[in-house]
């Protein structure tokens, strides 16, 4: 089964850290472009990273120079450090899977981990 | 949002309903339009892809359409299931390869 679950969320005081991590099972991981989607509550999804086949890695203006994507080929894993968090980064993040067949499409989620960034 | 949506949206079982998403050059109008289908709580589904294709498995209850720099998302014989939020998104080339969502609309099955 296809397949993405991520872990790593919780709650951290403003400044803080933390990293999510997001394990893909049922396809060939490195095939595919991954990205980091969130949604705040009450408002809508809002992409936010993206880490490509050929190692090129895109942010939101945002989260530039505080969060760092990385990802684990052998390891199938996708990762976001988030580093000097700020309560406007409080939101559920979802890992998806970009499909190039289907114009990079997210064609699979995950059903999201919880970041909540408070004092 | 960069892309714009209507808030809500309503129907009654049976109707058909079409959900709008405004862009601009940079993003629609150069790009190809996807549809999510989110139910608070669980991970969001890809409903379209490509302005106008549905995965497998999607009904073809659903249907998308693009023209210039605006889309819509049809929902024909709605069904009660069909209440959820509904995202439209496409890539932007004005920001550096990011990725653009509407601001969504909840759909309510009166």
């Known amino acids: 089964e296809v397949q993405l679950v991520e872990s790593g969320g919780g709650l951290v005081q403003p400044g803080g850290s933390l990293r999510l991590s997001c394990a893909a099972s049922g396809f060939t991981f490195s095939f595919y472009d991954m990205h980091w989607v969130r949604q705040t509550t009450g408002n809508g999804l809002e992409w936010v990273s993206g880490f490509g086949t050929a190692g090129d890695t895109y942010y939101l203006d945002s989260v530039k120079g505080r969060f760092t994507i990385s990802r684990e080929n052998a390891k199938n894993s996708l990762y976001l450090q988030m580093d000097s968090l700020r309560?406007?980064?409080?939101?559920?993040?979802?890992?998806?899977?970009?499909?190039?067949?289907?114009?990079?499409?997210?064609?699979?989620?995950?059903?999201?981990?919880?970041?909540?960034?408070?004092? | 949002s960069v892309l714009t949506q209507p808030p809500s949206a309503s129907g009654t079982p049976g109707q058909r309903v079409t959900i709008s998403c405004s862009g601009s050059s940079s993003n629609i109008g150069s790009h190809t339009v996807n549809w999510y289908q989110h139910l608070p709580g669980t991970a969001p589904k890809l409903l379209i892809y490509s302005n106008n294709e549905r995965p497998s498995g999607v009904p073809d209850r659903f249907s998308g359409s693009k023209s210039g720099t605006s889309a819509s998302l049809a929902i024909s014989g709605l069904q009660s299931e069909d209440e959820a939020d509904y995202y439209c998104a496409a890539w932007d080339d004005s920001l550096n390869g990011h990725v653009v969502f509407g601001g969504g609309t909840k759909l309510t099955v009166l």
Request: net charge negative; glycine share 12%; proline share 0%.
């Open chain 1, 87 to 119: 309560a406007e980064d409080t939101a559920v993040y979802y890992c998806a899977r970009g499909n190039s067949t289907w114009y990079g499409a997210f064609d699979i989620w995950g059903q999201g981990t919880m970041v909540t960034v408070s004092s």
